[in-house]
């Protein structure tokens, strides 16, 4: 029997890239800067786990540059390396499609670090289709930090919240009992068909909860994105008869494209939690991909060091239960989508090499050096699955 399995640790880059200075992320390493404060504060990082599979390893890879506390081992359990990005962005479509095999090759739409963010046709179309009686924010902006400011005004004026960042996309919240959660898809779905001619990734539905400046994103978001412009590995081990099983965000982020089963959680360890429920029951052939989303969007994008270094100890701890109970003829990958360097200016994701770290019953120890495509990943796990290869990338194994 032949399974595999994709753990996506959002935003969890191991170093600038050679191309990072276009981006002005030259300076930027997730993984060493997150070691490099732990170290300082007297507090080293103690990943066991990962880093007997081979993490620390891939990150000096990447970066040529031993993170702070973890020192070479003398042997592995996993084979480990790093990818640079072959797409032209750092955003999470662009990651996600090229793991699958898809790079994009042409650029999206971004609104700019203007306030307004968004033109005022677009927002003017907006408000006469969906009849709300003006919107708040339209600018850059962290989700949380904007559902607390604004969050008061929103709910006595019904006015939604919009907002942008460094991904191609256009993001709506709204308080889910004052607003309502339908009427928000609603508006959201109008807004996917306004941001079209944009050429814009994803409008993302942000549902949020709570009174007087203290507000909780709930975990009914929604995203409204562009199908891939190719088949990816979704569609080739869904259209040879295997499951495609998503955790978390990744099905809206293929817009539900090569997916036969969606499984949702509100943070990291519900998603584990389902993970282990799901490594259950997957059957042959079949693909698990789950993106554990809290790396990015509640500490990366949050600039929240200690948040990031702590969630990388509760995966750490928790990954002995999953490898515990890999069968023979399973593959599983660690990997990411981008960075996103708590310890730089802005919220930004940053232009950084991914891990990728291959292990599994019969998997043995190598280094795999570094790709120059994340597609290397998913055309591994094809030809573990047997499935018809994709149009981009290697077999690492």
Avoid at 87 to 98: A, I, L, M, R, V
Avoid at 141 to 160: C, F, Q, Y
Avoid at 286 to 295: K, M, Q
Avoid at 338 to 355: A, F, V
């Amino acid at each position: 029997m032949s399974r595999a399995f994709i753990l996506l640790l959002d935003s969890f880059g191991l170093g600038a890239t050679p191309d990072a200075d276009k981006y002005g992320d030259s300076a930027t390493n997730t993984f060493g800067h997150i070691a490099a404060w732990a170290a300082k504060i007297g507090q080293p990082m103690q990943l066991p786990t990962m880093e007997k599979l081979g993490l620390a390893a891939a990150a000096h890879t990447a970066c040529g540059e031993w993170a702070a506390g973890f020192d070479q081992r003398d042997s592995f359990t996993g084979a480990y390396g790093a990818a640079r990005e072959q797409s032209t962005g750092k955003d999470t479509q662009s990651g996600h499609w090229e793991i699958a095999g898809v790079p994009v090759l042409f650029d999206w739409g971004y609104f700019p670090k203007t306030v307004p963010s968004f033109p005022a046709e677009l927002t003017d179309q907006l408000q006469t289709l969906t009849g709300v009686p003006g919107f708040l924010g339209n600018c850059h902006a962290s989700g949380t930090e904007i559902i607390n400011r604004l969050g008061d005004e929103h709910v006595a004026s019904g006015k939604p919240i919009l907002y942008t960042s460094a991904d191609s996309v256009l993001q709506i919240a709204a308080h889910e009992e004052h607003f309502g959660l339908e009427r928000l898809y609603e508006m959201c779905e109008k807004a996917y068909e306004l941001v079209k001619p944009y050429n814009i990734g994803r409008v993302i539905a942000r549902p949020f909860v709570g009174a007087d400046s203290n507000y909780k994103r709930t975990s009914n978001r929604h995203d409204y994105a562009v199908p891939p412009p190719a088949p990816t590995l979704l569609d080739h081990v869904k259209d040879a008869g295997g499951e495609v099983i998503a955790l978390g965000k990744i099905s809206d982020i293929y817009a539900a494209q090569g997916v036969s089963r969606v499984v949702k959680g509100p943070d990291n360890m519900a998603l584990f939690d389902a993970l282990l429920k799901v490594q259950d029951e997957a059957g042959d052939k079949s693909l698990t991909f789950v993106n554990f989303v809290d790396f990015d969007q509640a500490f990366g994008h949050r600039r929240d060091v200690a948040g990031y270094s702590n969630a990388l100890h509760e995966m750490d701890a928790r990954l002995p239960e999953f490898i515990a109970k890999l069968k023979a003829g399973d593959l599983c990958v660690i990997t990411a989508d981008h960075g996103c360097d708590p310890t730089s200016p802005g919220s930004d994701h940053t232009r950084e090499h991914i891990p990728m770290i291959f292990f599994g019953p019969g998997v043995k120890e190598r280094s795999l050096g570094i790709s120059e495509t994340f597609s290397d990943i998913g055309q591994t796990i094809a030809h573990h699955l047997g499935v018809k290869p994709l149009a981009n990338g290697t077999n690492l194994l």
